[in-house]
Nanobody, 124 residues
Framework: QVQLVESGGGLVQAGGSLRLSCAASGRTFSAFAMGWFRQAPGKEREFVAGMTWSGDTTYYGDSVKGRFTISKDNAKNTVHLQMNSLKPEDTAVYYC?????????????????WGQGTQVTVSS
């Protein structure tokens, strides 16, 4: 089992920044990759960013490329999502996820464990 706990969400004005964190515990050595997804009201869950557990490969959704950065603190088993130049359309619940096998990082069906989510609200 892998447990994931997100933090760092909140309310920010357009153009501002937030950093989300995902603390992983349990059998983290079994994780192959991590990902961030988001879900806005009335919309499907959307891939935001992902990285292999080793940190050597990162992926981004088209809507956040150049603005968001995923990174990992190995000492703390924590994955971060630095979000800059935030827009009102970034408003959503953001979820951290872990998958145990190689595959398509943007497909949420391939993730085995999920956090509870953290709300990000960007005001205009």
């Amino acid at each position: 089992q892998v447990q994931l706990v997100e933090s760092g969400g909140g309310l920010v004005q357009a153009g501002g920044s937030l950093r989300l964190s995902c603390a992983a515990s349990g059998r983290t050595f079994s994780a192959f990759a991590m990902g961030w997804f988001r879900q806005a009201p009335g919309k499907e869950r959307e891939f935001v960013a992902g990285m292999t557990w080793s940190g050597d490969t990162t992926y981004y959704g088209d809507s956040v490329k150049g603005r968001f950065t995923i990174s990992k603190d190995n000492a703390k088993n924590t994955v971060h999502l630095q979000m800059n130049s935030l827009k009102p359309e970034d408003t959503a619940v953001y979820y951290c996820a872990a998958r145990l096998r190689a595959g398509s990082p943007w497909r949420m069906q391939e993730y085995n464990y999920w956090g509870q989510g953290t709300q990000v609200t960007v005001s205009s």
